[in-house]
């Protein structure tokens, strides 16, 4: 480890150091393939920059304290038809107005609207800044570290922003919080933030086992959405990246939605520790998943694939919610999307998470979502499970069972499709005929704790009516109902009964469900 007192430099690869000073007059550039780690103090009175492209970003990482302020020539992509970019600053103290004026060759606009916008959860909408935001000192506001935004640049340009301010060299916060609980359902869970540093970070357990960002926020992140969601950029919505992926670094500025568990704001962490000079792209080209068991299913219109579920196998997980691993899809009316196994509580996944043992003897809930007369192709995309386990895709309506090992599940619907209840995955070393008599579970009931009723599902597929008995915890019974089968989906209300743990029974002719039942006031 050394003091470097730089007059003009050019890093293009990996070096440490104790101090760095910057004189006056003098330079100091990191190429995109470079990177600094300091375990010192940071001094700039000169230039000092660094530089990105899609999918490689430089890095600079102090231990000690920072004087002077670095320039971060970030990598964006451009507006295109939905192909903008989701960011937060990497430095502190940088002023929009400033930036604006520094990037105006290559902050794409329109009109009098710059390609800068910021996410509201409350009423789930994006705005974007406009030059009369800059009348005054309003446009002297500096961007928050933590905290993302929309932005993109002109079509055909460099796709380089510059940031200019003091480099984080310390732990960051940022509030976020649940406004579709809080705000009665208009608002969403989803909060846009960013990491703060000119570095990358670690995202997720297989990236570093402690110091990672789902590790670090767990007690923040709603249970069911515990995940980084990474916007595609090309408008097909989000990627889901949590533990069932490969180790996740994401890059310096790099912006992502995660879900709240708090109807009021509670602060997530970016730590110093989570800081690392590895990494690769900015979530706009996608990544490769993590190699292990895993089914992908895919959901196709002609030629087009228009969403997909993951199935995920390993040790030590279980049928229900195992948070890190499991995550709800960011779009809860998906195409395509499946239900937990065990304890399901109406959350749509995009990942579900299970045992090993589950590879060859599971029933998993799929919900497809699609307009009548709208047809559809269902296949395996990546099937990376045992060569022997069989992969059916059930049509309770029809009454088919379609192997998906060897031919794709097609349908033309003639009504609406919605809910759970008619099409469920079947993996097995069971070979089926069409003559077996398929026995699935198509009821369940589950209760959230912002709602102040139970949800019955699975109706409409039993052919009698259902009867519904509830009992507390000292085995009395306190609600009897009998629910129609001309629905799938009934609630009942819990108003006027006491907290505590309930039990729930559901019995339709041959089928039986009982399920523990919490109420909170």
């Known amino acids: 480890m050394k003091k470097l007192t730089l ?15 910057v004189a006056s007059g003098k330079s100091f550039t990191i190429e995109k393939t470079g990177s600094v780690t300091m375990s010192g103090n940071f001094s700039n009175a000169g230039s000092f920059t660094l530089n990105s492209d899609s ?11 920072v004087t002077g302020n670095i320039t971060y020539n970030r990598y964006v992509n451009s507006v295109g038809t939905n192909e903008w970019d989701l960011i937060g600053s990497p430095v502190s103290g940088q002023s929009i107005n400033s930036f604006v004026s520094a990037n105006a060759s290559t902050l794409a606009t329109n009109g009098n609207t710059y390609a800068i916008g910021n996410y509201s959860n409350w009423g789930n909408t994006w705005t974007n800044y406009t030059s009369s935001d800059f009348v005054n000192d309003w446009g002297e506001v500096t961007f928050p570290l933590g905290m993302g935004y929309q932005m993109g640049t002109i079509a055909n340009g460099t796709g380089i922003l510059s940031f200019t ?10 509030g976020i919080t649940n406004n579709d609980a809080a705000n009665s359902g208009a608002g969403t869970r989803w909060n846009l933030v960013a990491n ?3 570095s990358y970070i670690q995202g997720n357990a297989n990236a570093d086992s402690s110091y990672n960002f789902l590790t670090v926020n ?5 249970d069911s959405y515990e995940a980084i969601y990474g916007y595609d950029a090309d408008g097909s919505g989000y990627t889901v990246y949590n533990n069932t992926s490969a180790a996740l670094r994401l890059a310096p500025g790099q912006a992502f939605m995660v879900a709240s568990d708090n109807t009021s704001y509670d602060d997530i962490s970016f730590t110093t520790a989570m800081r690392t000079i ?3 792209d900015d979530l706009i ?9 895993e089914l992908i299913l895919s959901i196709s219109q002609g030629d087009t694939e228009i969403d997909q579920t993951k199935f995920y196998f390993q040790d030590g997980l279980n049928l229900g919610l195992d948070p890190g691993y499991d995550a709800g899809h960011f779009n809860q009316q998906a195409a395509l999307i499946s239900r937990l196994v065990e304890e399901d509580e109406g959350v ?3 990942i579900n998470a299970m045992g090993l043992e589950s590879i060859d003897d599971v029933v998993i809930p799929l919900v497809i979502n699609r307009e009548a007369a709208d047809g559809f192709r269902v296949s395996i995309h990546t099937n990376g499970i045992y060569e022997g386990t069989n992969v059916y895709l059930e049509d309770n309506q029809l009454g088919t069972m379609t192997l998906l090992n060897q031919q794709d599940f097609e349908l033309i619907p003639e009504i609406n499709l919605s809910e759970v209840g008619r099409f469920y995955l079947h993996l097995t070393q069971t070979t089926f005929s069409t003559e077996d008599d398929m026995q699935t579970n198509h009821l369940n009931a589950y209760k959230l704790d912002s709602s102040n009723f139970i949800t019955i599902e699975g109706l409409a597929f039993q052919s009698n009516q259902t009867n519904l008995r509830l009992y507390n915890i000292l085995g009395q019974q306190v609600l009897q109902k009998t629910l129609a089968n001309n629905s799938n989906r009934e609630t009942v209300s819990t108003e006027g009964f006491a907290t505590g743990v309930y039990v729930i029974k559901l019995e339709s002719e041959n089928v039986i469900v009982t399920k523990k039942i919490v109420i909170k006031k």
């Open 196 to 198: 703060p540093f000119p």
């Open 55 to 65: 999918d490689e970003f430089s890095s600079i990482i102090i231990g000690g304290s």
């Open 278 to 280: 590895v990494g690769g």
């Open 285 to 293: 080209l996608g990544r490769i998943m993590q190699d292990s068991h």
């Open 7 to 21: 007059l003009l430099c050019f890093v293009s690869f990996l070096t440490n150091a104790q101090n760095i000073t």
């Open 218 to 222: 767990s007690d923040k992140l709603d």
């Open 348 to 350: 749509g996944l995009a």
């Open 165 to 174: 301010g003091s480099p984080a060299a310390t732990n960051q916060t940022w």
